[in-house]
């Protein structure tokens, strides 16, 4: 072997002579690398840092050496690890390599530390944008000290009195921008100079209280010592709780009996009956004995030939001093631990007992904190490993991304602004809002979407902001991009929907606004074609759907009560949201299941507003705290704040290329573009392998033609204040509106029949039959009924025993005063009937005056007519 040429047919001969001292071993595959004890663990596992051989083999110096002697005749560098460019070399023993973006990012990823060595000063600076600008960034006020004053503002600013400036047109506005609210006050705007509150609202319902300051919270809330107002008003002039002494009281002020803490069983809302319960009666592990009777002494007391259990049984005569691990094991599969009385099986590390005596092997991927991203288990032991992009980290053993830094972008009232999560940079991205509240991004455009009050805006690599949408928004508050197809979704809590438009604002459709209280924030998966959002109205949920509004579904509606923002880990497939309410941080997986609660404290937790996933960190905002967080996702530890002092945090993003991972454009795959559809096309759900990749969607007021992909005139509710209520994505079948052209006269014949003779006499004998019938019908009705009542408003009057005044309006041009249009049923034929026709047309009633639309849609077969009492 070693007079081969081949590098690598050194290692092989080494290989196969390991392998041939036992014949009995399994073969395995090219791709895998065999133990010494036979096993076969994948080859990328070898050399690695970590034995997964239950030998350690696979990390033994020969089996290494080998590879070194191997890249030796190869003429490639030996005896020490080569790093690519885009790697930093660990240097030492170590023979690691890194990414180079983790240089200098105060974390330890060398073993010996050397890619935090010879770094720069770590100290947080804050761009020069935020010094004597008013506010106080720093919280000392350090940052508005030596500031010259008085602050002189342009001829378009409105000077506060705490001399901050803000624009003129910001003023009595109902929006305090003045840190003192001296642009809405009264002496300059008159009225009481109640401020602008997101949730403010006219009047509250019958199951929500106003707050003193306009709010609208759930009337559940109100005096549940948890402040939900801004201003706390919700738990003033509260009755104080105080419970009896056998009870006891829960966090939030409520009384439970006091044989209900630590039960095992949540009786507090709050959870609190149940935490820091410790079992202190367990006699359990080797060093306490459970007498027979029930007591517990130590186990060095017992067959000590002294009586310590009073029932005698830690002296039994025919057990002590007797070893039945001597025959056959005790029975045990690994291994037997004989006691002083009787014996114990136990397993090696990574096996758990499957009954007294099995040992089986412990699937440790059960545990959603194994690993950073993917776990691999086998026998005895896992194995952790990263998804592609990311890296594993030498040290913390977590993945972290690979590429530029990632960095974070957060709404702050008034403006948009950057942290870089490695070098600690604070900037300002966008400046001059109104009312920032929704944010995302276009990664691979390196682009900003928000929403500030009514308006949704971008701005582009250039800097300049482009309005997108400014008309019918009234309370946007959750914002979206779909990165693959470019369509912008968002959440409207004002007109209680969900709408998508495309990228540049010139299409828009409602796709939700049925069901909906308060819908809140909105995050997508465009590689599988669905949206996720929140809803924190009187049934507090989480709900799930396809991207083109189809296949509804309920992801989360227990222990849930003010879901505020949520957020996808794409990686690990799971969805996390914050509860203002609950004051906690948890994630279920996409389909609803495996749910785990992360951070959980009404300290910790203020009132948090929205959140972000990357890499092992969870981001959240506080408007409480007016603070930037960031925490361990896997152990809810490590909490630290990123940035605080802020005047009212509202959404947050991760920037970095891996939050948006690259796919096909479903739209655009062939050669036809917008996948041949005349307004919108939408991502479609891909629920099993044959859905469809997309469908097309039209404008508010049409439906979708024939080939499914142009648009026509709506069958359903044109009314502009509700939109789509009836639009449809997926007709059934093709559906008619039909509308005749001339005015419906009584009796009169259809137009396109009056011409021959012919036609005349058809429409004469047709006419005679149809009066006929009713005649007969209205005689029978005279006898059997004095008067009927109907839902639909159409008015009967009835006058004593005889005949009644009534009027049947049929759908024409000429009620040209009736903007709501009501659809025919699926499947029922429309229009006039022509000659040799066997049936009577069908019509629609009306309301008679009035503009509300008719709830119902009521059918008639007679013609419309007008009958008068004589």
């Known amino acids: ?47 690695d840092g970590e034995p997964e051989c239950p030998d350690g083999s696979d990390e033994a110096e020969e089996t290494c050496t080998a590879v070194v002697i191997s890249l030796s005749l190869l003429s490639l560098p030996t005896g020490k690890q080569t790093c690519p460019p885009e790697k930093f070399d660990c240097g030492g023993s170590t023979n690691k390599c890194v990414s180079l973006s983790w240089r200098c990012d105060g974390e330890k990823d060398c073993e010996n530390g050397a890619d935090e060595e010879d770094c720069a000063s770590g100290e947080f600076v804050s761009s020069t944008v935020y010094v004597c600008d008013g506010d106080d960034d720093c919280g000392d006020g350090s940052d508005e000290l030596k500031c010259s004053s008085p602050l002189t503002c342009g001829p378009n600013h409105l000077r506060c009195n705490t001399s ?88 939030d002020g409520s009384c439970i009996h006091g044989t209900k803490q630590c039960n095992k069983v949540h009786d507090c809302p709050d959870h609190s009956d149940e935490s820091g319960c410790v079992n202190a009666t367990k006699c359990e592990g080797p060093l306490k004995f459970l007498c027979k009777n029930g007591e517990c002494i130590d186990s060095s007391r017992v067959c000590d030939s002294v009586k310590d259990c009073k029932d005698r049984s830690d002296e039994p005569k025919k057990e002590c001093g007797l070893n039945e691990c001597m025959i056959n094991n005790g029975g045990c599969s690994h291994v037997c631990m004989d006691r002083p009385i009787g014996f114990e099986c136990q397993c090696p590390t990574g096996y758990q007992l499957l009954d007294k005596k099995t040992c089986g092997d412990i699937d440790e991927c059960e545990n959603p904190d194994a ?12 194995k952790c490993e990263c998804y592609e992009g990311y890296e594993m980290d030498p040290v913390t053993k977590t993945c972290k991304a690979e590429g530029k830094s990632p960095y974070l972008l957060f709404t702050n009232r008034h403006e948009i602004r950057r942290i870089d999560l490695v070098k600690r940079d604070y900037s ?119 991207m083109n509004g189809v296949d509804r579904q309920v992801l989360v ?41 992360h951070i959980s404290s009404a300290e910790r937790l203020g009132h948090p507003y929205a959140l972000a996933v990357f890499e092992d ?32 945090p509202h959404d947050v993003v991760v920037f970095h290329q891996l939050r948006q991972p690259q796919g096909p454009d479903s739209c655009n795959l062939g050669s036809v573009a917008n996948g041949g559809c005349e307004y919108l096309c939408l991502k479609a759900p891909q629920i099993t392998e044959h859905s469809p990749k997309y469908t097309c969607a039209c404008p508010d007021g049409q439906d979708l033609g024939p080939d499914m992909r142009g648009c026509v005139p709506g069958e359903a509710d044109n009314d502009p204040s509700h939109p789509s209520a009836h639009s449809n994505l997926y007709p059934l079948r093709s559906q008619r509106l039909w509308a005749p052209t001339q ?17 005349h006499s058809t429409v004469m004998v047709f006419g005679l039959v149809c009066a006929g019938v009713y005649l007969v019908w209205r005689n029978w009705r005279r006898n059997s009924t004095k008067s009927m009542n109907f839902d639909n408003p159409v008015y009967r009057k009835t006058t004593g025993e005889g005949e009644e005044d009534e009027i049947h309006i049929g759908r024409t041009d000429a009620m040209s005063h009736h903007a709501h249009h009501h659809p025919y049923p699926q499947g029922v034929s429309m229009g006039v009937v022509g000659a040799g026709g066997g049936t009577c047309p069908q019509f629609i009633a009306l309301p008679l005056g009035g503009s509300m639309p008719d709830p119902g849609t009521h059918w008639y077969t007679e013609q419309p007519m007008l009958s008068t009492a004589k």
Not at 462 to 488: K, M
Not at 743 to 759: D, F, I, K, M, V
């Open 617 to 648: 960190r969870i981001y959240w905002t506080d408007r409480d705290r007016a603070a930037v967080f960031m925490a361990n996702r896997l152990t809810g530890q490590d909490i630290h704040a990123l940035a605080e002092n802020l005047n009212d």
């Open 1 to 47: 072997c070693l007079a081969a040429t081949g590098g690598f047919f050194v290692f092989l001969c080494v290989c196969l002579t390991l392998n041939a001292e036992g014949s009995a071993r399994k073969t395995c595959a090219p791709a895998e690398f065999a133990c010494l004890n036979g096993q076969c663990v994948p080859g990328r596992w070898r050399c």
């Open 557 to 597: 509606a227990d222990n849930i009560e003010w879901p505020n923002g949520i957020t996808l880990d794409v990686a690990n497939r799971r969805l996390y949201w914050v509860d203002s309410k609950l004051h906690h941080i948890a994630s279920v997986d996409l389909n609803g299941a495996h749910r785990r609660t």
């Open 371 to 382: 690993c950073s991203q993917i776990c691999i288990n086998y026998k005895g032991d896992f």
């Open 743 to 759: 005015p419906l006269q009584p009796w009169s014949s259809p137009p396109h029949l009056q011409g021959t003779a012919a036609s």
């Open 164 to 251: 901050e400036c803000v624009p003129l047109m910001w003023s009595c506005d109902g929006d305090p921008d003045c840190s003192d609210s001296s642009d809405e006050g009264p002496e300059r705007c008159g009225g009481d100079g109640v401020p602008y509150l997101l949730n403010r609202r006219a009047n509250c319902t019958a199951g929500e209280f106003r707050c003193a300051n306009g709010e609208c919270v759930r009337l559940t809330w109100k005096c549940d010592g948890d402040p939900d107002c801004k201003d706390k008003s919700d738990e003033s002039d509260c009755p104080l709780l105080t419970c009896r002494p056998d009870e006891f009281q829960c966090g």
């Open 428 to 546: 300002q991205v966008v400046s001059t809002q109104k009312n920032a509240v929704a944010l995302d991004l276009d990664v691979a455009n390196n682009r900003v979407f928000w929403c500030d009050r009514f308006h949704l805006i971008s701005l582009d690599k250039s800097h300049i902001q482009v309005p997108l949408v400014d008309s019918s928004l009234q309370t946007p508050v959750g914002l979206a991009l779909d990165w693959l197809q470019h369509n912008l979704y968002w959440t409207d809590s004002g007109d209680k929907s969900i709408s998508v438009a495309s990228v540049d604002g010139t299409k828009r459709r409602i796709l939700i606004n049925t069901d909906l209280s308060e819908p809140r924030a909105i995050a997508l998966d465009p590689h599988h074609g669905f949206m996720y959002w929140s809803d924190w109205g009187t049934r507090a949920k989480i709900e799930k759907a396809g």
